[in-house]
Nanobody, 121 residues
């Protein structure tokens, strides 16, 4: 059993900051990329940012320069520092981890339960 537990969501004013955390736990052999995705009402889920185990990052165009993803491999945890938040950043943010539960098992995608971010004055 693998769990991804997110924390750090909430309500923030435009221009404010929030930091999300996501910890993976359970039967894990190796974690490959970890990342964050978001889904606003009526829209498809979209990429926010990903990070490899070696620290290579990739960002959605609309968050470049404002959001920073980081990772602690020893803790199986990924973070998302969000600055200069805008109302259009309002969405449910989901943590993702691509991992292998055993040395001979398939690589699978796991998702967190989602955390709501609301940017509003």
């Amino acid at each position: 059993q693998v769990q991804l537990v997110e924390s750090g969501g909430g309500l923030v004013q435009p221009g404010g900051s929030l930091r999300l955390s996501c910890a993976a736990s359970g039967s894990i052999f190796s974690i490959y990329p970890m990342g964050w995705y978001r889904q606003a009402p009526g829209k498809q889920r979209e990429l926010v940012a990903t990070i490899t185990s070696g620290g290579m990052t990739n960002y959605g165009d609309y968050v470049k320069g404002r959001f920073t993803i980081s990772r602690d491999n020893a803790k199986n945890t990924v973070y998302l520092q969000m600055n200069s938040l805008k109302p259009e950043d309002t969405a449910v943010y989901y943590c993702n981890a691509r991992l292998r539960r055993g040395w001979n098992t398939a690589v699978e995608d796991y998702w967190g339960q989602g955390t709501q971010i609301t940017v509003s004055s």
